[in-house]
């Protein structure tokens, strides 16, 4: 089977934002980067579990780890379409599969894991999930967005460890800015008991750490496990936690 586009470099990659499909054992997890993101957000997380012989499918989103203007161009429908391409890899080779989604990528992992056979289906890892947005910002982007001026917001650099910085995007196009929004408020109306993993960073600017939580326990139900990590933002494996949060995910997909 060849390699799905989600799972080949794009043209213009950045280095350090490269895809990865490994194949290891008969259990595979798929693990999803966020929006304006690339797969180094998530790649400590892939190493670690590579490392324990899992197969390891970590995509590059459609639009993404290219070019703003490439991003604009596409929809929540062409980001969950890589992440599907990205599982029917791994469901080719593997039993069971395992997913975590970091952000956007946790958005996307609870639409693929909602239908998804209970035989096939591992344990689930949600990393700061995008669940929730002040609704200031909300308005903004829509208000922008109906003016069409700007066509491009800025973005902030996350304050992360010994001066990394990721080779994503340093701009949010407002029109797949709506369509992520659009993505939100879609997962966020299905309620569905789910036992997940999710994981929180109390200091998270992008996503603030209390409402997502309040959003996630309400989705998930009381089979979901909600842990906040105090004083680490959106990145979380990026963070000086990340060591911490490695070892947390790696014990949850192995049943602790």
């Known amino acids: ?41 998530v790649a400590p997380v892939a190493d670690a579990l590579q490392a324990r012989g899992y197969t390891v499918a970590m995509p590059v989103l459609a639009g993404h780890a290219t070019t703003v203007a490439a991003l604009n161009e596409t929809t929540w429908l062409d980001w969950l379409k890589s992440a599907e391409d990205a599982l029917a890899w791994l469901d080719a080779r593997c039993d069971r599969v395992h997913h975590v989604g970091l952000s956007m990528g946790a958005l996307l992992t609870l639409l693929l894991v909602r239908h998804r056979p209970a035989e096939r289906l591992g344990r689930v890892v949600l990393l700061a999930p995008a669940l929730y947005l002040p609704p200031w910002q909300r308005v903004a982007a829509n208000v922008c967005a109906r003016l069409g001026w700007p066509q491009v917001l800025g973005k902030a650099d996350p304050r992360l460890a010994n001066g990394q910085k990721p080779p994503g995007y340093q701009a949010v196009p407002l029109r797949a800015m709506l369509s992520f929004l ?75």
Do not use: Y
């Not at 194949?23 to 997890?29: E, I, K």
């Not at 999803?32 to 993101?37: D, E, P, R, S, V």
């Not at 989705?219 to 490695?246: C, F, K, M, S």
């Open 1 to 41: 089977m060849m390699l799905p586009q989600s799972l080949q470099t794009p043209h213009g990659c950045p280095p350090g934002a490269e895809p990865r499909a490994v194949v290891g054992g008969r259990t595979g997890v798929l693990v999803l980067h966020g929006f304006t993101g690339s797969p180094w957000e």
């Open 182 to 256: 659009a993505l939100q408020d879609l997962v966020v109306a299905q309620k569905r008991p789910l036992g997940a993993l999710v994981l929180h960073g109390s200091a998270d600017l992008t996503i603030p750490c209390q409402p997502a939580c309040a959003i996630a326990r309400r989705l998930l139900g009381e089979a979901a496990l909600v842990e906040i990590v105090p004083n680490v933002g959106h990145l979380l494996p990026r963070t000086d936690a990340g060591p911490q949060v490695e070892a947390r995910v790696v014990a949850w997909l192995a049943g602790g």
